[in-house]
């Protein structure tokens, strides 16, 4: 009945720019918040970015600060990652998920739901 799910995902080159989009549906994220994780090829799931979807406020990985900005869409239960001056180390799958609001935003095991994830891949 829940259901992420994530797009605008493709090839950029080094030096590029990219969105991503979570469409919720089947599930009120009032008293929640939304991250995005990614996850490469033998390695394990790496927090990317969260926001509180009720307040607003947002928390990035030091890897990204500066260059992504998450954002929502509250009527549309939509999350947005605007991603630039992406390099190859952004290359992965990239996931939405959602988690109550208090709990462990950085720890990816604390999440409800889950999208299928999108591939990102960024080209030298």
């Known amino acids: 009945q829940v259901q992420l799910v994530e797009s605008g995902g493709g090839l950029v080159h080094a030096g590029g720019s990219l969105t991503l989009s979570c469409v919720v549906s089947g599930f009120d994220l009032d008293g929640h918040g939304v991250a995005w994780f990614r996850q490469a090829p033998g390695k394990g799931r790496e927090f990317v970015s969260y926001?509180?979807?009720?307040?607003?406020?947002?928390n990035y990985a030091d890897s990204v600060k500066g260059r992504f900005a998450i954002s929502r869409e509250t009527a549309k239960n939509t999350v947005n990652l605007e991603m630039k001056s992406l390099n190859p180390e952004d290359t992965a799958a990239y996931y939405c998920?959602?988690?109550?609001?208090?709990?462990?935003?950085?720890?990816?095991?604390?999440?409800?739901?889950w999208g299928q994830g999108i591939q990102v891949t960024v080209s030298s």
């Open positions: 998920a959602t988690i109550p609001t208090g709990l462990r935003w950085f720890d990816a095991g604390a999440y409800d739901n």
């Open positions: 926001i509180d979807y009720t307040a607003g406020w947002a």
